[in-house]
């Protein structure tokens, strides 16, 4: 890291756009550099940004985020998405759930001011919003579900769930889909979902963080 910070500071750079294994990679290279950071996405902490988007999208669907109910499902425990969501949702008013099987919900959630729900019918009969969450395998160390099918079967979205509900909720994922684990191709591809909404948003938004932020190295010049 020491390495990587002298090479950073012989660039002279304004700005870092970083992503990192590391929770907190973001705010150690902060400390040591005098730029501006994005946190790009450290290790299962936080994505800003992502939460940015995610709330932005929202807004753009249903004009406002304040008072919308949220449930954010699936593996909550590795998702870096999640957590920056969580804060971002409620900045905003909304109201938020979690759902999930029990080993993928860490302990101290409830403290953060969320539901937790482990059925996901009653999850998602109590949303106006179901952003499903990828499963993380990548950064899963040991089995925290008996298998995927069960995984599936269980906390996995697809036609027959939406269609049971009596309403018509909005459904986002941060991306990549695991087609056919967290969510089905006909969920994903179909009208309640703004899944592509959020990648295209994601542009407009990370360039306002640039913008916001490269103004702000203007100002401290004059
Ligand atoms: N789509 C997101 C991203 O690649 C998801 C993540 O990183 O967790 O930025």
Redesign the pocket.
């Known amino acids: 890291m020491v390495d990587t910070v002298n090479n950073i500071l012989s660039m002279k750079v304004d700005m870092v756009v970083m992503?990192h294994p590391n929770p907190g990679a973001g705010v150690f290279l902060s400390k040591h550099i005098n730029a501006s950071i994005i946190n790009?996405?450290d290790g299962a902490h936080e994505?800003p940004?992502?939460a940015l988007v995610d709330t932005y999208s929202i807004r753009e669907k249903l004009g406002d985020v304040a008072g919308k109910n949220v449930v954010i499902v699936g593996d909550i425990l590795h998702?870096?998405?999640a957590l920056s969501n969580i804060f971002a949702l409620q900045k905003l008013g909304a109201n938020v759930q979690v759902c999930g099987p029990k080993t993928l919900l860490p302990k101290y959630i409830e403290s953060l001011g969320v539901g937790v729900e482990t059925n996901l019918q009653k999850a998602l009969q109590w949303c106006d919003v179901a952003n499903m969450l990828?499963v993380?395998n990548e950064r899963m160390d040991i089995s925290y579900f008996p298998s995927t099918i069960e995984y599936t079967q269980q906390f996995g979205l697809n036609k027959k769930i939406l269609d049971s509900l009596d309403k018509e909720i909005v459904v986002m994922h941060?991306?990549?889909i695991n087609r056919g684990v967290e969510i089905t191709s006909d969920v994903a591809d179909s009208k309640q979902a703004i899944i592509l909404n959020?990648?295209e948003n994601?542009v407009a938004i990370r360039m306002a963080v640039l913008y916001l932020l490269a103004s702000k190295i203007d100002r401290n010049d004059d």
């Open positions: 992503r790009a996405g994505h940004t992502q998702s870096r998405v990828r993380q941060p991306g990549p959020q990648v994601g």
